[in-house]
């Protein structure tokens, strides 16, 4: 669709954006679908909403006790800081939108402890979160190996926090690329671990795994290859959402809408003042 035909259809009340999904994970973790009649910067602006602004918890100070495993206390504190933490964002606010005005206090930030002593693996589970609906997502991430006799014990504090400050505070990887399109009569050749074989011109674009096989990289390079003529749909964007697991992809998308939303409202209010 050319963008005339879109304001067209717009206009007469007749454009709606469509979605298709077409892959999805059990654990809500994982969604990929199909975004068609979509400006690509507008999907570039909900993606970089989503890894960049929508807020979740990683461990931000570390106060260390005792350390006498091989790693440095540095090591250990940017180990603990990627610690995927399960986020809830109706009871945590951001530091700087709490009302105790960055201070510190049970509505921006939980405290946890952890003691170990060797010979062994210091796990994630190990960790005591004063918030019991504050959990390691991954409980079996190594954080240390300790040798006999050797002591790990230290105070932590997680907070909520956004990719822009660090990567250990996004909440996704998002990307996304233009849908492939085979020429009539190609066949698309499948690599060897997809089972499935089908001709190009026989694939249905509502079938889950036919658009899979299709956006596989190296089905497409087995394809071209072959000498198959493959060009990209810019209409067509197949959008994935891959959760670090602290929120559901559900939760994100939504988030990332409201505080674009709020942005929006924001920008809105200082043009109206010039
Ligand atoms: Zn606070």
Known sequence: MTPAERRAEREEGEYKMQIEVFDKSKDKNTIAFIWKDVPVSYANTMRRMMTDEVPVLAIEDVELKKNSSALYDEMIGNRLGLLPLKTDLKTYVLPSECSCKG????????KMSLKAKGPGIVYASELKIKDVDVKPIYTEMPIAKLLKNQELEFDATACLGQGRQHAKWSAAHVYYKFMPKLKKGNEIILCEKDKAEFKADKISLNKPNAIKALLNEANLELT??????????KNEIAFYIESWGQLSVKEIALRA???FDAQLEEFAKEIKKK
């Open 257 to 259: 809408v409201e505080i």
């Open 103 to 110: 201070e510190g206090c049970a509505k921006c930030q939980v």
């Open 224 to 233: 071209e290859k072959a000498g198959a003529e493959i060009t990209y749909d």
